[in-house]
C-alpha cells in the first residue's frame, strides 16, 4: 500500500484535494520529508498522483518498459482476477 499525504477517506480525500491546490508545494515537501527513498501519494480533484523519491526508485521506474507502468495492462490484469466483474473498454 502507498501511504498518502493529507486525508485517504472517499470525501474526505476531497479536502485534501483542495488543501493541495492550495498548499502544493508544501504538501509535495512534507511528503518527501516523511517518505525520504519510497514514494507517497497526494490527493486532486479527479486522481491521486503518486510521487517517487530517492534515486533507488526513480532509477527502477525509468528501466521499467512501457507495459509495466500501463494503466490498462493493470486494470485488463484485475479483470482476470476478478472475473465476475465486467471491464468497460477492455
Request: overall charge neutral; proline content about 3%.
Amino acid at each position: 500500500m502507498i501511504p498518502t499525504i493529507g486525508p485517504a477517506g472517499t470525501l474526505t480525500s476531497y479536502i485534501g484535494a483542495y488543501y493541495n491546490m492550495r498548499e502544493f508545494t508544501e504538501t509535495i515537501q512534507a511528503g518527501y520529508e516523511k517518505h525520504r527513498d519510497g514514494m507517497f501519494k497526494i490527493a486532486t480533484m479527479d486522481r491521486w498522483i503518486v510521487v517517487l523519491t530517492g534515486t533507488k526508485l526513480v532509477a527502477e521506474c525509468s528501466k521499467a518498459r512501457e507495459e509495466d507502468l500501463s494503466a490498462h495492462t493493470a486494470t485488463h490484469s484485475v479483470s482476470f482476477v476478478f472475473p465476475y466483474f465486467k471491464m468497460a473498454n477492455v
